[in-house]
């Protein structure tokens, strides 16, 4: 079968490639389940000297990955170069902190010596989606490879180059033959590879409705998943909050890789003593926003990747404002194949689907509370719960009001993000399990107990 991928700024098709055959996809788990135990024995001194590699490797090829990324999804060049380099700084972070993570640890018990050690589990199959093609990639496969993993790659159908870049950058690192293979197949061959006996546990990041239907094929065979699903995080300006520094963050974290990120702010839910000053700048600050070519520096708005999702998300505005939202910019899609302008609806109340579902694209919604107990409960007031961020002069304030998020990961004063350092996941509909740092590495992982009588 021949898959297409279509360029978002232009329309044209950009690459076209086939889909693997079953002794294709055979070939390559065989490889991954052959090249296991040799990875798996090295010292982590070893595979770190490799990590260290892949990061030299990446940098140095950082322009050509930046040219597939925005050919393939539309990544505004500075945001795809930035994307490479923090792989990079993935890579260099585990090689430099596994030990710190792995080493066994001896708990006292009424044992001779007791301990519990840390033992690779065989391959990881990851599923990625197309909105961060090298960073969601790379954020399971560094921490999963120091730990002595192999992994086998599925990617979104409209980023194979992508993939393949990947393997190119990890072959050149001296990463061996058969530890990472890219699978060019459909969601029915995935789902076949899920059930393969030599695929030990299955990683995604997707929707939600990609998370159910792969969590439940990776259940029905005992196998162990980590899902990074959806979010609808709320963005909280309390009636103290720093303006200048709180527009300026709810520009970047609403339209930064053009509002496609899981964990971009999608509900602005603002104090009403601030709520027309805020609103009022977020819209002069959001109109600023240029869209056009993404590899034109000038350019500050990405297109979406994909002019289906484009409509969708249209659909979805159309039906808010038909239920009473009220457009104060923005609105309507792009002449342009895949775009769509900043956009901010005010008047969100539940009922809609800009309170109700995910919007991913560039689409704000405004809701107004009274004081700091109603904006905590409409924050939690959704499926959802991967994060949120509180804006406030006073820290202990902000903090008070985090603890109270029911969400992976709660930020004061600061977009949120995924830090190499931090556990990064969600609760509720937004998934299971955590990726990034010491609890990252730690997901793929037999935690052994030896007691010595």
């Known amino acids: ?18 889909l693997m055959t079953a002794a294709q996809v055979d070939a390559t788990l065989a490889a991954a389940q052959q090249a296991f135990p040799a990875w798996a024995a090295l010292s982590l001194a070893e595979r770190g000297k490799v990590l260290r590699a892949v990061g030299v490797e990446l940098r140095r090829r950082r322009e050509d990955i930046q040219r597939i990324m925005t050919a393939e999804m539309g990544k505004l060049r ?67 490879l120091m730990a002595g993993n192999v992994a086998v790659l599925k990617h979104a159908s409209n980023v194979p180059r992508c993939a ?37 546990a299955v990683t995604l990041t997707g929707s939600e409705r990609a998370g159910r239907s792969v ?37 970047a974290s609403r339209f930064g890789n053009a509002g496609q990120t899981c964990i971009a702010a999608k509900r602005f839910i603002v104090q009403e003593g601030i709520a027309d000053e805020f609103v009022k700048r977020f819209v002069e600050a959001a109109a600023k926003l240029r869209l056009g070519d993404p590899q034109d520096d000038a350019t500050t708005l990405a297109p979406m990747a994909r002019q289906d999702l484009r409509d969708e998300l ?57 004081d700091d107990t109603e904006a905590v409960r409409v924050a939690n007031d959704t499926t959802f719960g991967l994060g949120g961020s509180v804006w406030t002069r006073d820290v202990d304030r902000g903090d008070r009001i985090a603890r109270q998020l029911q969400v992976g990961a709660a930020f004061v004063n600061a977009i949120v993000r ?27 992982m037999n935690i052994k107990s030896v007691y010595i009588a």
Request: proline content about 5%.
């Open 418 to 444: 995924s830090d190499v350092r931090l556990p990064f996941g969600g609760t509720k509909r937004s998934g299971f399990g955590r990726e990034l740092a010491e609890h990252g590495i730690h997901e793929f």
């Open 314 to 370: 249209h659909k979805q505005v159309q039906a808010s404002v038909a239920k009473g939202a009220k457009v104060l910019l923005g609105g309507e899609p792009d002449a342009s194949h895949a775009g769509y302008p900043a956009s901010i609806l005010d008047a969100v109340a539940p009922g809609m689907p800009a309170y109700e579902e995910e919007l991913f694209g560039p689409v704000a919604s405004i809701l107004r509370v009274k």
């Open 78 to 144: 500075k945001e795809a170069l930035a994307e490479v380099d923090k792989c990079a700084g993935a890579c260099d972070y585990y090689a430099d902190h596994a030990a710190d993570y792995l080493h066994d640890q001896p708990v006292s018990t009424d044992g001779q010596r007791s301990y519990v050690r840390y033992e690779p589990i065989g391959c990881v199959l990851a599923v990625m989606p197309w909105n961060f093609p090298i960073w969601q990639v790379f954020r399971f496969l560094a921490p999963a």
């Open 164 to 200: 393949d870049a990947i393997a190119e950058v990890l072959a050149a690192a001296g990463l061996p033959a058969g530890v990472f293979g890219v699978l060019h197949i459909d969601n029915d061959q995935a789902a076949e590879v899920i059930r393969d006996a030599r695929v030990a």
């Open 1 to 18: 079968m021949t898959v297409e991928t279509i360029n978002p700024a232009t329309g044209k098709v950009e690459y076209r490639h086939e």
């Open 215 to 251: 969590a439940a094929n990776a259940g029905s065979q005992l196998k162990k998943s980590v899902m990074e699903l959806g979010g609808s995080d709320a963005f909280i300006v309390l009636d103290d909050a720093d303006l200048d520094k709180t527009v300026a963050g709810a520009v």
